[in-house]
């Protein structure tokens, strides 16, 4: 299987470096997978889950194998000579995630965007509302991972 490598990182921390198989996200311009030798591309990330598959000596030596799921916020996705940069404000392992305060944040993200009086409130309530929805869908996952 052809691999590429995969620069996955949040304002925090590193992700995941290292070489991949493949990796799905959400862009502005839809849903995105990258397999090896993908066309270059400079896209905006939007907030969603983030699905990777690590391969090679950096996944086995951070005990990593089969598919791996991240939550993030906005960000960029490039894409250039077989390598592949993830830039995210933020990014959670699913594990982590706390589905109660999830649903709170999306119940609040809801009445923000009946209340919204201004375009700019009304994204930063989308955009709110989106993480949310994206945090309990990836809480869902934790049981199977």
């Known amino acids: 299987?052809?691999?590429?490598?995969?620069?996955?990182?949040?304002?925090?921390?590193?992700?995941?470096?290292?070489?991949?198989?493949s990796v799905s996200l959400m862009t502005t311009e839809?849903?995105?997978?990258?397999?090896?030798?993908h066309s270059n591309l400079i896209m905006a990330v939007v907030p969603g889950i983030v699905e990777y598959v690590p391969v090679g000596?950096?996944?086995?030596?951070?005990?990593?194998?089969?598919?791996?799921?991240?939550?993030?916020?906005?960000?960029l996705l490039k894409v250039e000579n077989n390598e592949v940069m993830i830039l995210v404000d933020t990014a959670e392992d699913p594990t982590e995630i706390d589905e109660a305060r999830?649903?709170?944040?999306?119940?609040?993200a809801r009445e923000d965007m009946k209340r919204a009086n201004s375009q700019r409130d009304i994204?930063?309530?989308s955009a709110e509302l989106s993480r949310a929805v994206s945090r309990i869908k990836a809480s869902k996952h934790k049981h199977h991972l």
């Open 102 to 108: 999830a649903r709170r944040a999306e119940e609040k």
């Open 1 to 21: 299987m052809d691999s590429f490598k995969l620069h996955f990182m949040a304002s925090e921390h590193m992700v995941y470096d290292g070489d991949a198989e």
């Open 123 to 125: 994204a930063l309530a």
């Open 57 to 75: 000596e950096e996944a086995k030596a951070l005990g990593l194998s089969g598919k791996q799921i991240s939550v993030v916020s906005d960000g």
């Open 30 to 37: 839809g849903s995105v997978g990258i397999l090896a030798h």
